[in-house]
């Protein structure tokens, strides 16, 4: 777990996995059974660390945070299949700048061109 | 001034209206691309450059004869030590319009960039989160989703290509290695920076024919030069399967055919009619002293606004 984004990944990984809200101390614990799994001598996680990327993934609107209970608990505000289904709706859809801002190996085609193209293939 | 006021103004008309109309009505860019391309660029960029300068030159009129004169003329009623009389109602209204023109043109783009900037981060920080890294392929995402598509994401060095799990089902190698030599002639190229200034230019004059034209053109020309860089490498009929193959496996999905029908009024379908008809047909590209003509009409055309504007007394 070398960088910052390679963490919040991983605690987003954890935080999509648990239906429940869990701790900063909780998180810290698991990333780290998983840490030495992968690499025996991986150096042990604070806490500030496991906080500072729970903040930051808190401001991209990605993590929400309990604040009944203290510690604080963490939870995914929405589910791994809900981004990917966003993420797609963008990469698909018809926002403006779309194509200025993604560029698709192939765009929408209109059906004249499906004909074409299946008949390309040697479907009828 | 006067004349050359009248002439910008001719010029500005004319690569308002009927060149952008020949030209994307045009068959023979798809066989010279990047002359197109150039030509394109130059006739946004004269056709800006007459409007603004058309209005500022005939604004001047009064305040001298030359555009060095007639600018030093308004710096004078700027600073308040020469009468606005002498500008008169009419050539004060002609200089406000290129004021704000100008402004407007600068404003969009930087807004257009920011916008650009600001989807392409936002978009960037989910993907990281949702992607894992391709282990062959450096600069390459994969995305856990069934629907076959391959995008690439610029951003200087964080550019990325992205390709989903039902892409790399669906595709033989050969057929991946066409797609992936497409995206990277993209990215490559820095084909974004012609779209996001060719949108720009959309959505700062949306009424005006040339600057739709334009933008539906390029982004045709920017496709063809991809592919025109894969064929390098791949055989025709690779490139042919792997865009039939993607166009018909993304055709299939529910979701797609929902969005579909939004996107075909700003999704280009003449793109993909473009890059097929051109794959397609047996056309050869341009001869070099074509395509040569074509640039040096380009260069032209963005020499002579520039030249009426800058070298004093071309035209009385």
């Known amino acids: 777990m070398a960088t910052l984004g390679d963490l919040e990944r991983a605690v987003m990984d954890l935080l999509w996995e648990h239906q429940e809200a869990i701790t900063a101390n909780n998180l810290r614990d698991l990333l780290s059974q998983r840490a030495s799994i992968d690499n025996a001598e991986a150096r042990p996680l604070a806490v500030t660390t496991v906080l500072t990327v729970l903040s930051r993934l808190e401001k991209k609107g990605l993590v929400e945070r309990e604040r009944s209970s203290r510690p604080h608990r963490y939870r995914a505000v929405t589910s791994r299949e809900e981004h990917t289904a966003e993420l797609m709706m963008e990469v698909l859809g018809s926002a403006p700048d779309r194509e200025a801002v993604l560029a698709r190996f192939i765009g929408t085609v209109s059906a004249g061109e499906a004909q074409t193209l299946r008949k390309l293939l040697g479907h009828s | ?316």
Not at chain 2, 156 to 168: A, K
């Open chain 2, 1 to 316: 001034m006067f004349w050359t006021s009248w002439f910008l103004a001719a010029l500005a008309v004319i690569l308002a209206w009927p060149v952008p109309v020949f030209l994307s009505r045009a068959a023979w860019p798809a066989r010279a691309p990047f002359a197109a391309m150039v030509l394109w660029q130059s006739i946004a960029l004269a056709g800006g450059l007459s409007m603004i300068g058309a209005m500022l030159c005939w604004g001047l009129v009064p305040l001298g004869e030359t555009l060095p004169s007639g600018l030093h003329g308004l710096l004078g009623i700027v600073l308040g030590s020469e009468s606005l009389d002498a500008l008169g109602i009419l050539h004060a209204f002609a200089l406000s319009a290129a004021a704000l023109l100008t402004a407007h043109l600068v404003f969009t783009l930087w807004l257009t960039y920011f916008r650009i900037n600001r989807q392409r981060r936002k978009h960037r920080d989910l993907l990281h989160l949702l992607s894992s890294p391709s282990h062959d392929r450096p600069g390459t995402l994969v995305l856990n989703h069934q629907a076959p598509v391959a995008y690439c994401l610029p951003g200087g060095s964080r550019s990325v290509t992205v390709l989903s799990d039902g892409l790399l089902e669906l595709l033989s190698p050969d057929e991946l290695r066409a797609v992936l030599l497409h995206e990277q002639t993209h990215l490559a190229q820095r084909h974004h920076l012609l779209l996001w200034a060719f949108a720009a230019w959309r959505s700062a004059l949306p009424w005006l024919p040339t600057s739709k034209l334009a933008q539906e053109s390029v982004s045709s020309l920017i496709e063809i030069m991809a592919d025109d860089v894969a064929l390098r490498s791949v055989d025709k009929p690779t490139l042919v399967t792997a865009i039939a193959l993607v166009a018909s496996g993304s055709d299939q999905l529910p979701a797609d055919a929902i969005i579909a029908g939004q996107a075909a009024q700003i999704d280009t379908p003449t793109t993909t009619s473009a890059r097929l008809s051109k794959l397609l047909g047996t056309a050869p590209a341009l001869s070099l002293f074509a395509k040569l003509c074509v640039v040096a009409a380009a260069l032209l055309l963005l020499a002579v606004p520039t030249a009426l504007l800058v070298v004093p007394g071309i035209l009385p």
